[in-house]
Every structure is written in C-alpha cells, then in structure tokens.
C-alpha cells in the first residue's frame, strides 16, 4: 500500500525567504506526482504536475523536483510572501487514485 | 471556463439520515473522482468514474456510501444511515481522461453529522 509523508508538518518562515518541502513516497511505481496548496476552509489548487519520466516542474517561484527512484519529491518556494501562507499538500498518483500526505503548513511571517 | 462545482458548501444531519453531495465536473472531463478529508484520516480515495466504464468503488468505508454519475458528467454521492465518524469535508476532482492527468479539485461539501 502506497504511503505518502510531508516533512515537515508545519512550517514557520519570515518574508523573503526561500524555503523547500518534502515529500516521500514508499512505492516507486507511480505515472505522476502533483502539489497542491490548500487555504483553510477551502478545496485544493494544483500547483505543479510532474509525469513519473519528468525530473522537474516549476512555475513562477515555485519548483518541483521528482526522484522516482528513490521515493522523493521536494517543493521549492523562492522568495516567499505572506500570501504564500497555506498547506502545501503532495499526492502520487498510481491506479485509479492520488494518494495523499499529510501536508506541511506553511507560514509565512511580514 | 467553469471549474469543478460541489453543492451543498455545507450540510448538517442528524444521525441516521441519508445524505446526498452532488459534483459539476469540468466541462470535457471523461474522469471524476471523489475523495474525503477527515482530521483524523487526512485526504482519502472514495471512487472513480471513467467514460462509460465500470466505477473503481475500492475506497468507499462501508456498503452505506454510493455513487452515480449520470451521462458522463453529473455525480452524486449517497451516504445512507448517516454516523457521526462521517463527519469529513467531500472533495470532489475531475480530470480530462483517465489515470496520469491532471486532477482539479472542487472547494468541497462540509458534511457534520449531529
């Protein structure tokens, strides 16, 4: 059964800074990986798709990084704003299914 | 264009009722899929839609959770005999075919169950 962990849960960061979230999954045989962010009370926002034969993605400020083999994912935020605040949330997508972390939440402080 | 549109936002019921969640996919999108985000479970698969094909069913809890999607596009979620452990926040996706595309989620129907 695949298993997905975000590391770390939670995330507290002053403006400015460049920050990276992790993601691991336990089974490599995956055909995508995709981020979301999610604000509360709301649904989620796709943020970046990476296909299993992609290494990486990125869009704006945001880049993503997939290493199939090895079972990790990393999301990379440059210069991060207060607006960035959120929970960043990674799933892999095998079967008919996206398959959930637990999520890091982010903060960023002005 | 339209995104994926969830109705009711939010629905309470007492305990033992029947409970219906409905999902406007995106318009073109042969694949819709419903998940659950509950505090304790974090985001969870319930079921798969696919053209005309059969249902993956495989994350529904209990024979107490349905799901029809009627002409390809409209779903409705059914949970009969409400419990209180059914307390969650259904998510509903789309996505333009089958496994490997992009997924777009709906802002969610918030079910409390009294």
């Known amino acids: 059964k695949q298993e997905v962990t975000q590391i770390p849960a939670a995330l507290s960061v002053p403006e400015g800074e460049n920050l990276v979230l992790n993601c691991s999954f336990t089974?490599?045989?995956?055909?995508?990986l995709q981020w979301f962010r999610q604000d509360p009370g709301k649904g989620l926002t796709s943020l970046l798709l990476?296909?299993?034969?992609?290494r990486e993605q990125t869009s704006g400020r945001l880049n993503a990084s997939l290493d199939k083999s090895s079972g990790r994912s990393t999301l990379y935020i440059a210069a991060s704003q207060p607006g960035d605040s959120a929970t960043y949330l990674c799933a892999v997508g095998a079967g008919n299914m996206l398959t959930f972390g637990g999520g890091t939440r982010l903060m960023v402080k002005p | 264009g339209a995104g994926v549109s969830q109705s009711p936002s939010n629905k309470v019921t007492e305990k033992g009722k029947d409970v219906e969640l409905r999902c406007d996919p995106i318009s073109g999108h042969t694949a819709l899929y419903w998940y659950r985000q509950s505090l304790g479970q974090g985001l969870e698969f319930l079921i798969y839609?696919?053209?005309?094909?059969?249902?993956?069913k495989s994350g529904l809890p209990s024979d107490r959770f349905s799901a029809e999607r009627t002409g390809g596009s409209v779903s409705t979620l059914t949970i009969q005999r409400t419990q209180q452990e059914d307390s969650a926040v259904y998510l509903c996706?789309?996505?333009?075919?089958?496994?490997?595309?992009?997924?777009?989620f709906g802002p969610g129907t918030r079910l409390t169950v009294t």
């Open positions: 839609f696919q053209g005309n094909s059969a249902p993956d």
């Open positions: 990476i296909q299993s034969s992609q």
């Open positions: 089974d490599s045989a995956i055909y995508n």
């Open positions: 996706a789309s996505s333009l075919s089958g496994s490997g595309y992009e997924q777009y």
